[in-house]
């Protein structure tokens, strides 16, 4: 990063995993993991959250598309539920086993 001396840097400077690092102290107070009705457990709010604001990052091992099926049907033989987020064709983040709380985000379309 260059600086001029007549310009103070900002957020937007930071490398992308600097500026949102107070998520992980601030999604404690946003957001908690509760039963749900939709499936299991779920993400919820516990304060009013303003429209595009970010909230919780979704966290865990990035993997290649192509080894999916395979731990899908890993998961699934263990008993476990899976919890993976395309990113890309190429790319998914699987948070079944490292993930954070962001994994039981559930989405209704009503």
Known sequence: ??????RRA??????????FRH???TSRETVGVY????H???LFCLKDIEAGE?????SGEVIRSS?????????EAKGMGCYMFRIDEQTVVDATMR????RFINHSCD
């Open 1 to 6: 990063m260059v600086y001029s001396q007549n």
């Open 10 to 19: 900002t957020s937007l400077d930071l490398p992308m995993a600097m500026r």
């Open 23 to 25: 998520l992980k102290e």
């Open 35 to 38: 039963r749900s009705h939709i």
């Open 40 to 42: 299991g457990r779920g």
């Open 54 to 58: 970010m909230v919780i990052e979704y």
């Open 67 to 75: 080894l999916t099926d395979t731990r899908e049907k890993t998961y």
């Open 99 to 102: 993930g954070n709380a962001a």
